[in-house]
């Protein structure tokens, strides 16, 4: 590790002086805390990124797996997205009008996803924050479900974890309104009998929830818990929310279309407008009547539920844009490819040197977890985690031009990823393993 540091701050001598200056007017010298958490002794400030491509201030040059965590798994810049959003920049931003995007781009949304009847935001928190609000209203219940290690955005309902039993806030969750117990409940991924229980209250308004971990990095449903889970909260008259934003990896429909799952409300964000800041809810037609049943249209601007640029044009014309040209039904499939291509390199080399490790894949998204099980929990995957192996590992990597997610050992795969790139993170594991082994 101290070599590595030695490296990176040897190569990184504008990142420092910029961050050094930040620091004068930024808060930890970054425009927002979690920049400061990348590895490194000091955040990298990058020029500019194209592609699956990224130039850092310093001219060093990257092969960008992280993509945004999510946000740019267009790849950096897609030309149709870019062009979309050019014109309309010069026609007009935001009006609180509604612009001639918005139709086709919710037709679209239906295509892709099953639901009827769509909402746009600027951010997935803002859309599971509008949802949550939603199905409280229209069931009169209290409390939502969400499980072990989750992550939902900053939704203050959702920064929980699960500890003996109970739900608590989490680690960092900053000035909670209420305690957490107040308004959630919380259970670990793939527990039948624990989702069962809870429901059984009879006061949870919705469960909340991905198809599959992500943020904890990834964890799978067992075979037959999403079935369980949609059968329980029908059952319990309990709201089904897919949060779609990271599953979106699975393919154009996300995990809810690639698997025929039936939710009542889907949310998304960050992935569908290239970049630019947008977010979307869904419902079912079902659950749309009672919304409106239950809408005081003279107060619709001050409900809890909405936004002055919510819905702008600028977010509409990107979005349209990226959906129609760029994260087609071709551009999946060959991400897809990339994302199997990337798990067998990693398995590979497990294979080779024997490490205790797992390889886990999500359509193309792909992780590898420091741990000799595949987690089936929040807590299970939270529990392999080693902070100190996994920060050597992230830089590196970084120190070799390969960009991973922050936090995890998270690889995106976008339109633009080619095999080649794929080798490269391949063959530098293999080099960081042989290190690890015969240290």
């Given at each position: 590790?101290?070599r590595e540091?030695?490296?990176?701050?040897?190569?990184h001598?504008?990142?420092?002086?910029?961050?050094?200056?930040?620091?004068?007017?930024?808060?930890?010298?970054?425009?927002?805390?979690?920049?400061?958490?990348?590895?490194?002794?000091?955040?990298?400030?990058?020029?500019?990124?194209?592609?699956?491509r990224?130039t850092?201030?310093?001219?060093?040059?990257?092969?960008?797996?992280?993509?945004?965590?999510?946000?740019?798994?267009t790849?950096?810049?897609?030309?149709?997205?870019?062009?979309?959003?050019?014109?309309?920049?010069?026609?007009?931003?935001?009006?609180?009008?509604?612009?001639?995007?918005?139709?086709?781009?919710?037709?679209?949304?239906?295509?892709?996803?099953?639901?009827?009847?769509?909402?746009?935001?600027?951010?997935?928190?803002?859309?599971?924050?509008?949802?949550?609000?939603?199905?409280?209203?229209?069931?009169?219940?209290?409390?939502?479900?969400?499980?072990?290690?989750?992550y939902?955005?900053?939704?203050?309902?959702?920064?929980a974890?699960?500890?003996?039993?109970?739900?608590?806030?989490?680690?960092?969750?900053?000035?909670?309104?209420?305690?957490?117990?107040?308004?959630?409940?919380?259970?670990?991924?793939?527990?039948?009998?624990?989702?069962?229980?809870?429901?059984?209250?009879?006061?949870?308004?919705?469960?909340?929830?991905?198809?599959?971990?992500?943020?904890?990095?990834?964890?799978?449903?067992?075979?037959?818990?999403l079935?369980?889970?949609?059968?329980?909260?029908?059952?319990?008259?309990?709201?089904?929310?897919?949060?779609e934003t990271?599953?979106?990896?699975?393919?154009?429909?996300?995990?809810?279309?690639?698997?025929?799952?039936?939710?009542?409300?889907?949310?998304?964000?960050?992935?569908?407008?290239?970049?630019i800041?947008?977010?979307?809810?869904?419902?079912?037609?079902?659950?749309?009547?009672?919304?409106?049943?239950?809408?005081?249209?003279?107060a619709?601007?001050?409900g809890?539920?909405?936004?002055?640029?919510?819905?702008?044009?600028?977010?509409?014309?990107?979005?349209?844009?990226?959906?129609?040209?760029?994260?087609?039904?071709?551009?999946?499939?060959?991400?897809?490819?990339m994302?199997?291509?990337?798990?067998?390199?990693?398995?590979?080399?497990i294979?080779?040197?024997?490490?205790?490790?797992?390889?886990?894949?999500?359509?193309?998204?792909?992780?590898y977890?420091?741990?000799?099980?595949?987690?089936?929990?929040?807590?299970?995957?939270?529990?392999?985690?080693?902070?100190?192996?996994?920060?050597?590992?992230?830089?590196?990597?970084?120190?070799?031009?390969?960009?991973?997610?922050?936090?995890?050992?998270?690889?995106?795969?976008?339109?633009?990823?080619?095999?080649?790139?794929?080798?490269?993170?391949?063959?530098?594991?293999?080099?960081?393993?042989?290190?690890?082994i015969?240290?």
């Amino acid at each position: 590790m101290s070599r590595e540091l030695e490296t990176f701050e040897a190569s990184h001598p504008r990142s420092r002086e910029i961050h050094g200056q930040a620091g004068e007017a930024l808060l930890s010298g970054v425009p927002m805390n979690w920049m400061t958490r990348w590895p490194g002794s000091f955040p990298v400030f990058f020029e500019e990124a194209k592609g699956n491509r990224l130039t850092d201030v310093d001219g060093n040059r990257m092969i960008d797996f992280c993509l945004g965590d999510t946000g740019a798994m267009t790849g950096h810049s897609p030309e149709p997205t870019v062009a979309a959003a050019s014109r309309r920049l010069a026609r007009g931003i935001t009006t609180m009008l509604p612009s001639e995007d918005a139709l086709p781009l919710g037709q679209e949304m239906m295509r892709r996803f099953g639901l009827a009847h769509w909402q746009f935001s600027l951010s997935a928190s803002d859309a599971n924050r509008f949802s949550i609000r939603l199905c409280r209203e229209v069931t009169g219940r209290d409390k939502i479900l969400v499980f072990n290690h989750c992550y939902h955005g900053s939704v203050d309902e959702t920064v929980a974890r699960l500890v003996d039993g109970e739900p608590v806030q989490r680690i960092g969750n900053i000035g909670p309104p209420v305690p957490i117990a107040e308004t959630t409940r919380v259970v670990e991924f793939n527990d039948f009998e624990g989702l069962e229980r809870e429901l059984a209250h009879g006061d949870v308004a919705c469960v909340l929830m991905e198809p599959a971990l992500t943020n904890i990095g990834i964890v799978l449903p067992v075979d037959g818990y999403l079935e369980a889970v949609r059968r329980l909260t029908r059952e319990h008259g309990t709201l089904l929310i897919n949060d779609e934003t990271h599953t979106f990896c699975c393919g154009p429909g996300g995990y809810t279309k690639a698997h025929g799952l039936d939710p009542d409300m889907i949310t998304i964000g960050k992935p569908i407008a290239g970049g630019i800041p947008t977010g979307a809810y869904g419902m079912t037609d079902e659950l749309a009547e009672r919304v409106l049943e239950r809408t005081v249209w003279e107060a619709a601007d001050v409900g809890g539920v909405g936004g002055t640029l919510a819905g702008n044009a600028l977010s509409m014309a990107a979005a349209r844009a990226t959906l129609s040209e760029v994260l087609t039904d071709d551009a999946f499939a060959h991400m897809i490819e990339m994302g199997e291509r990337f798990e067998q390199g990693v398995q590979s080399v497990i294979d080779e040197t024997g490490l205790a490790w797992t390889v886990t894949r999500l359509g193309c998204r792909a992780e590898y977890m420091l741990g000799a099980e595949r987690p089936k929990s929040g807590q299970e995957a939270s529990d392999a985690f080693d902070p100190a192996l996994d920060a050597l590992l992230h830089l590196y990597m970084l120190n070799r031009g390969i960009l991973m997610t922050p936090f995890h050992m998270m690889a995106l795969m976008c339109p633009e990823t080619q095999p080649e790139d794929v080798d490269a993170h391949t063959a530098t594991l293999g080099e960081a393993a042989a290190e690890l082994i015969s240290a």
